[in-house]
């Protein structure tokens, strides 16, 4: 089966570190997870302690404690949605959740969906893991 620290390496080469830029709609954003979005996240109570340090946000880079929440964060909400322990091969489960992560669960489902030819309903099910798992 695929490995998400794998996929989740890969994913992290592309959402970058922390950026506060008041014309991004997200606003506040660290390695891709954006505060107005996702106001809960474990991670903000430390990035927020962190704002105290001298160099702020390079420290954050230091902090495993944050890394930590990055990854599970990711796990939790992308990986786990969208089945990749089921998919066998690391290509697909790269791709899938990288697209989930990028434009939303629903829409990378139902491009897997239309790839291997069942209904895009935007729900992980048996058959589109079945399927995905077939073009290996």
């Excluded at 390079?58 to 992308?78: E, G, Q, R, W």
């Excluded at 729900?123 to 399927?131: H, T």
């Amino acid at each position: 089966m695929a490995d998400y620290k794998s996929a989740i390496a890969k994913v992290l080469v592309t959402e970058g570190g922390y950026v506060n830029d008041p014309d991004d709609a997200g606003g506040e954003t660290y390695r891709g997870i954006a505060r107005k979005f996702w106001p809960t996240w474990a991670g903000w109570p430390i990035i927020d302690h962190a704002k105290g340090h001298d160099d702020f946000p390079h420290c954050l880079a230091s902090i495993s404690l944050v890394l930590d929440t990055v990854i599970s964060f990711y796990k939790v909400n992308f990986w786990d949605k969208v089945g990749g322990d089921f998919i066998a091969s690391q290509i697909i489960a790269n791709n899938l959740v990288d697209s989930a992560v990028n434009e939303g669960i629903k829409p990378a489902v139902r491009r897997a969906q239309a790839i291997v030819g069942l209904p895009t309903t935007g729900v992980i099910d048996q058959e589109l893991v079945k399927r995905l798992n077939s073009m290996i």
